[in-house]
């Protein structure tokens, strides 16, 4: 499976800044553009997008009418009709009046990076005192934040409602932190880290968004954390000498529905070895899968609390 990367490093790419409709501008290039992705749907500053077809076929709705850099909303829908009507929110107005998705800080244009299979995307964003190239990273724990729209992949054959929204459930600076959230189990109803994050329908496929959980190995009987900061103490792991990783699961209550493609988390604490081996750097870094992963390769992309860990190369299952 081919997989689409793109940065805000790349030549021709648009800025992401705190323009109106900048997000719009960055969208239609990655959506439209770039992945194929239609645009049925806009008005001023506003957009619809539709999954191509072999996804679910779902909407992504975008509005970026200020210069404010935390005000962008989004939304996802199971059918429009124009770009301010729709069925089948996710999450729906009585869920979350309002879900946020971050842009550039300023005018300068801020880093961002861009992953896809098609059916899903993972949109990173650093976007207070980052720049376009990637080369000073916020590493403050502070800024930061991955929104994620699209198919997972689901436990249940031929699921027509696995597709999930991921974004910002507050508007403060800083704490904008709800795609890189996870929380301590998949039995848990809807605890502070799954904000942010919903799935079109139940697994009974009953009308309706629901709140999905996120979390990873280290994380299933633990406490709630943030992707990439883990709970092994020791690093690297002193058994393998390697980074010890794992997938993100999605469950709703009390049901494990699937898997975030392309998402990963590193399962150690970040401590001072990560500084001695160049990880906790304000720039990107590449990894090379062993092992089980062998074949893989996977961007690291530090941010002082938490860890990004994306899938870039064309091996996304």
């Known amino acids: ?12 790419v648009p800025a992401l800044t705190n323009a109106a409709g900048s997000l719009i501008a960055l969208y239609d290039y990655l959506l439209v553009t770039r992945l194929g992705w239609t645009k049925p749907f806009s008005g001023a ?4 997008y539709k999954q191509p077809a072999g996804t679910n076929g779902f909407y992504l709705r975008v509005e970026d009418t200020t210069t404010n850099y935390l005000a962008p909303l989004v939304r996802g829908y199971e059918t429009m009709t124009d770009v301010d009507t729709g069925t089948g929110a996710f999450p729906s ?4 009046a309002n879900l946020w998705h971050n842009k550039g800080a300023g005018t300068s244009g801020s ?9 899903m995307f993972h949109l990173y964003v650093n976007e207070s005192n980052g720049t376009a190239s990637g ?31 991921v974004a910002n459930q507050s508007q403060t600076t800083g704490t904008g932190t709800g795609g890189l959230a996870l929380t301590s189990g998949w039995v848990a109803t809807s605890p502070a880290y799954t ?15 629901k709140p999905i959980v996120k979390f990873t190995d280290t994380h299933m009987g633990g406490s709630s954390s943030y992707i990439g900061a883990g709970n092994i103490p020791q690093f690297p792991d002193p058994s393998t000498n390697s980074l010890r990783m794992g997938r993100i699961y999605v469950a709703e209550q009390g049901a494990m529905r699937g898997h975030v493609p392309g998402l990963w988390s590193q399962h150690h604490t970040i401590n001072t070895n990560f ?14 899968g062993t092992g089980e992963l062998a074949g893989r390769v996977f961007l690291w992309i530090y941010n002082g609390n938490w860890i990004v860990m994306l899938e870039i190369s064309d091996t996304w299952d």
Do not use: C, H
């Open 1 to 12: 499976m081919a997989i689409t990367v793109i940065t805000s490093a790349d030549a021709g």
């Open 275 to 288: 500084v001695a081996s160049g990880l906790s750097s304000n720039q990107p870094y590449t990894i090379q």
């Open 93 to 96: 107005l009585a869920q979350v």
């Open 45 to 48: 500053n506003k957009a619809a």
């Open 111 to 119: 880093y961002w990076y861009f992953v896809s299979n098609g059916k």
């Open 135 to 165: 080369a000073t990273l916020n590493t403050s724990g502070t800024q930061g934040t991955l929104y994620t729209f699209g198919d997972i992949v689901s436990e249940i054959p031929g699921d027509p409602y696995s597709t999930i929204l």
């Open 195 to 209: 904000t942010g994050s919903f799935i079109a329908r139940s697994w009974t496929r009953a009308g309706g968004a």
